[in-house]
């Protein structure tokens, strides 16, 4: 299991990839912004809030909901963004019927955002 930092790097190198292809394809715009979105809450930040990582589900949940490349940069951003999540003690999953990122804390009570988000109210 890689450690915070190593999934942080992934998720620059990933940021990095997105940028270089979107003078080939638009597709990767919504991709990037993703990125670029989940690397600003993480600036700074040695453990993620429930605001900040409500955000970052969202910026994912955004991108699903438009069209976008959904090649294996993307495939990998979700792993990596999986992986950050479940480090910083979030109950993560993907609904694979919607690609929805469905984000859950401990010990609290769901509840269902517009967004399709799912987080716990403490």
């Known amino acids: ?3 915070r930092q190593e999934v942080i790097e992934r998720l620059q190198r990933l940021e990095a990839y997105f940028r270089r292809n979107l003078s080939n394809h638009d597709l990767f715009n919504q991709e990037l912004t993703c990125a670029e979105t989940i690397l600003k809450e993480l600036d700074q930040t040695e453990k993620l809030l429930t605001e900040k990582a409500k ?3 969202k910026a994912h949940n955004d991108v699903i909901a438009s069209a976008h490349y959904n090649g294996s940069g993307w495939l ?3 792993m990596q963004l999986l992986q950050l999540l479940k ?3 979030f109950n993560v999953d993907i609904d ?3 690609d929805l990122m469905n984000l859950f804390s ?3 009570d769901i509840l ?3 967004s399709g988000v ?5």
């Not at 799912?118 to 403490?122: D, Q, S, T």
């Open 96 to 98: 694979r019927s919607t």
């Open 55 to 57: 955000r970052i589900v």
């Open 118 to 122: 799912y987080v716990r109210a403490f």
């Open 106 to 108: 401990e010990s609290c």
């Open 1 to 3: 299991m890689a450690n």
């Open 76 to 78: 990998d951003l979700q």
């Open 112 to 114: 269902q955002l517009k």
């Open 87 to 89: 480090l910083d003690g």
